[in-house]
Each structure stands twice: as structure tokens, then as C-alpha cells.
């Protein structure tokens, strides 16, 4: 059997072909690092298979099915499949530019001593409100709660180690919104920070197909988490789970 890659990168994906290239050719510009990719695909029917398949020529990439069962379910699938020591969850349509993005993760997170981080977020292309929401108030307002007790991370970039992520049971599948924030909520205790030194871009389909009402949900969900413990188990807001745009729509 080969060597364990140090990183396993967990991708659950859901309807898409039109996105998953770019973040897959992004993962083989990466450098210094050992890792795998395992897209969890919740049943898609629109070519997301053949997409993926076409990189296993350049990349060390597993492909497997689940039930369409939500983020969470797709996530804890995927991480079933890992031999990394880290598990870095990321979203199909994410991008990043940096040839160190892995491998910075993984240094900056052991030099401070954190079981869980995340990286800087931009925004390539959007409206300005929304690219500036994203990029700018969101982004800080993550920071800001980064100091207190209850630290919250999205799901489009989550490192962790393999170990922790197990002994707290993953992400919590009853939870249909804010399984991200929940995870890294429990997972900060044994040290968790914001990676400054490398970014990822976001892309703002999901906003642009929801408008304001995504926002509204954001908000709402913040609201509950304050109000109710932080417990999100019983949270009325869903995800739309494989709602968004394809490329070129």
C-alpha cells in the first residue's frame, strides 16, 4: 500500500460538472504537500462523474457516491474515506491561485498549534454589494468572533485534523444550516485560528441566485445560534442543497 497522504481534501459535490473542474485544476498546481481529493457526490446526473474522472491522470482522486442527504451527510461520507492526518473540506465551486494554499494551511496550523483553521476570503467576480458583503464584512465579522468563545468557520474551507473531526462525530447531521459553524464551534477548543498568509475565492452564485433572501437566511441563522445556546439541531432555516446556477447560465 502507498504512503498515507498527509491532507485528505473532502469535496461533496451535488449537480456539479460546470464548477468542479476549476477547483480540481487548481489542486494539481499545488506544491509540498502530500495529499488525496474524495468527492463525495450526493447521486448527481449531470456529468459530475466524467468530469472528475478526467482528472485521475493528475491527481490521486477517489470518487464515490452518497445519498443526496445535505452538506453535513456528504462530508462525513467523504471523511470515511480519508488516510490523511488533516481533512480540509472544501466546495466544489471554490478557487484558489496559490500553489502553497494546502501547504500553508497545514504549516501555519501546526506552527500555532491549531487542530482546526480556515484561510482568508476573496471574491473574484460579482456584484459589489456582494463581493464586498463576502469579502469584506463577512469575512471580518468571522474574524471577530474568532476571539470569543464561539468561533465559526463556512464550510467552503475548513482544516482539521482527522483524529479531532472523529472524536467529535463530524458534523453534526441533524443540523440542515450552520453545520460549518457548528463543527468549528466544538472543534476550536482544541485550538483554531484564521489563516491570513494564503485565500480562497468564493463564488457568489448562491447569492446571486438566492439575492437578499440568502442574506436574510445568514442573518437569521447568526440570530438563532446566539439566542439558542448554539445549538442548531432544531434550526428552522434550511439549505437548498444543489440550488445554484451552473457556469455560463
Known sequence: MSKAPEVSVVIPAYKEATYIDRLLEALTKQKDVNFEVIVSDAESADGTKEVVDSFRDKLDVKFFEAPPNGPAYGRNQGAKQARGGW???????DDFDDSGFIATLVKKSRQNNWQTATAKIKVKEGAFFNRFGMAHLNYNYLKLLSHTKHPVAPGYCILTKRALFESLDGFNEKIHFGEDYDYVTRASKEGFGFIEETYYYVDLRRTETEGFKLTLKGIGNEIYRHTH?????KNPI???????????D
Do not use: I
Open 229 to 233: 445556546g448554539y445549538n442548531l439541531e
Open 87 to 93: 481533512l480540509l473540506f472544501l466546495d466544489a465551486d
Open 238 to 248: 434550511k439549505y437548498e442543497f444543489g440550488k445554484h446556477k451552473s457556469r455560463g
